[in-house]
C-alpha cells in the first residue's frame, strides 16, 4: 500500500462495515484500522464513480450485510467492479465529484454532523433542509454522470423515497412494555427495475472483460509456440481465475485496509 500510495497527499476511504454508503477524502499518511478501507485514488473522478449508485447497487449485489449495515469487502466489492474506460481522465467526472464534495463538506459543517447522521437526513423523507435537498440533486447528477461515463444515456433514472424492506410500525419494549413507533428503512434510491437493469450490465460488462482478458492470455501463451513454427499447448484451458490475475493485482494495490482512525 505504501507503494501505491506514494507521493499523494490524500486517498479514498470507506468503512468497512456501515448503514450509509459514503467515502471520503483522507491524509495519506493517515494509519488506519481494520474497520476503515482505503483506496490509492486522490482524484474526484475515481470519488464520482465509488460514491455514485451505480458503485452502490454492485456492492450492496455482492456484499454480505450485518443487521441493516452493508460490509463492503475489496475482493468482492471493489476487485471485480468494471469500471468505466478511462473514467480518471473524464472532466465530467471530476467536475461533478469536485462540486458534490464541496457542497458535501459545506452540509457536514453547517449541521455540525458526521457522514452517518447526514446520510441519514438524505434518506429521510422528511427532511426539508436546503443542504440536504441540493446534495440530493447533485447525486443525482452524479449518477447520471457516471451512467453517461459508461455510454448508457438511455437509463434515465428517477430517484424516489422507497422502503428497503417491510417492517411493522411498533415494537415492544422489553423493559417497560410500551410500544414505540419504529423508524421506518427509507432510502432515497433507484427502483428496483432500474437497478436491476444496471446491475445486469455490469455484470455483462464485467463478463466481456474478463473473456478480453483469457484471450491475450491465451494469445500471449501461443506466441512462443508459433515461432518455432509449431502449436504448442499444455491442454489446459487458461480459464477465468488466470486471465483476471492482472487486473486483480493492480486494483489491490490500488486499495486495502490498514490502520487506526475512526472516520464515520
Not at 470507506?14 to 476503515?36: D, G, L, Q, Y
Not at 457542497?103 to 453547517?110: G, H, P
Not at 502449436?231 to 486494483?251: D, Q
Request: charged residues 35%.
Amino acid at each position: 500500500m505504501q507503494a501505491a500510495t506514494r507521493g499523494l497527499s490524500r486517498i479514498l476511504a470507506t468503512s468497512r462495515v456501515a448503514n450509509a454508503f459514503a467515502f471520503t477524502f483522507i491524509p495519506a499518511n493517515w494509519v488506519m484500522n481494520e474497520k476503515v478501507v482505503v483506496f490509492a485514488f486522490d482524484d474526484e473522478a475515481s470519488f464520482a464513480v465509488l460514491q455514485s449508485r451505480t458503485h452502490e447497487v454492485w456492492a450492496r449485489f455482492f456484499s454480505a450485510t450485518l443487521k441493516d449495515d452493508l460490509q463492503y469487502a475489496l475482493s468482492d466489492c471493489f476487485d471485480t467492479y468494471p469500471f468505466p474506460e478511462g473514467w480518471r481522465t473524464r472532466d465530467a467526472l471530476e467536475r461533478i465529484g469536485s462540486d458534490y464534495l464541496g457542497l458535501r463538506s459545506e452540509v457536514l459543517v453547517q449541521n455540525e454532523e458526521g457522514l452517518t447522521k447526514t446520510y441519514n437526513r438524505f434518506h429521510d423523507p422528511d427532511e426539508t433542509l436546503p443542504g440536504i435537498l441540493k446534495l440530493r440533486e447533485l447525486h443525482d447528477a452524479m449518477d447520471r454522470a457516471v451512467l453517461d461515463a459508461y455510454g448508457w444515456s438511455d437509463i434515465k433514472p428517477k430517484c424516489e423515497f422507497i422502503l428497503d424492506y417491510e417492517e411493522d410500525d411498533e415494537d415492544e419494549d422489553e423493559n417497560s412494555g410500551r410500544t414505540r413507533r419504529r423508524k421506518k428503512p427509507w432510502r432515497y434510491r433507484w427502483p428496483d427495475e432500474i437497478r436491476d437493469e444496471v446491475l445486469a450490465r455490469l455484470l455483462e460488462l464485467n463478463a466481456q472483460r474478463a473473456a478480453e482478458e483469457r484471450k491475450l492470455g491465451d494469445e500471449a501463451r501461443l506466441k512462443p509456440a508459433q515461432s518455432d513454427g509449431a502449436a504448442k499447448g499444455s491442454g489446459k484451458k487458461s480459464g477465468k481465475k488466470s486471465g483476471k490475475t492482472s487486473a486483480k493485482a493492480k486494483k489491490q494495490e490500488a486499495a486495502e485496509a490498514v490502520g487506526q482512525k475512526k472516520l464515520f
